[in-house]
């Protein structure tokens, strides 16, 4: 477990890869973002992106996913919030997704001396290494100090 003063400001990892596979694509856009280039092939060979996509969800929610299984597990107390969104190519079914993190800035909580705030910049990228999704994740992480036993 990575704590507050684990975390150094260079700090940077490869948190984990996720292949998408169309039928998860589809899957999951039937239950959250129905759109039709997440949910119907034909529809979606159609369209601007020329075939299946994941929507922004799914992005989000494999991130989630591959962070929580990260070896380097941070003590995260909550998400403060996303920031620098960008989503500047589609995530194509049949590629495999590549996420990586890096801290950007951290200090110490003003109003909670057991938090420290950390800020990751995230960076998804394809299997041709298109960048498919860009943020900076401000996130409240426990102090080492303040840790329960």
């Not at 400001?9 to 948190?15: K, P």
Request: proline fraction near 5%.
């Amino acid at each position: 477990m990575l704590f507050f003063e684990d975390i150094a400001e260079d700090y940077q990892t490869v948190v984990g890869s996720w292949p998408l596979a169309a039928n998860a694509i589809v899957e999951f856009a039937r239950v959250w973002d129905p759109q039709p280039a997440h949910v119907d092939a034909e529809a979606a060979a159609r369209s601007p992106f020329g075939g299946l996509v994941a929507s922004s969800a799914h992005l989000f929610a494999i991130c989630t996913r591959l962070f929580a299984d990260h070896e380097d597990r941070i003590a995260v107390v909550a998400m403060l919030g996303k920031d620098k969104l960008r989503l500047p190519n589609p995530a194509r079914a049949g590629t495999t997704l590549t996420y990586a993190t890096r801290c950007v800035g951290k200090r110490a909580s003003s109003s909670r001396p057991e938090i420290g705030i950390v800020t990751l910049a995230d960076t998804v990228t394809d299997t041709d290494g298109h960048i498919v999704l860009r943020q900076e994740v401000a996130l409240m992480v426990r102090r080492r100090e303040t840790a329960p036993c």
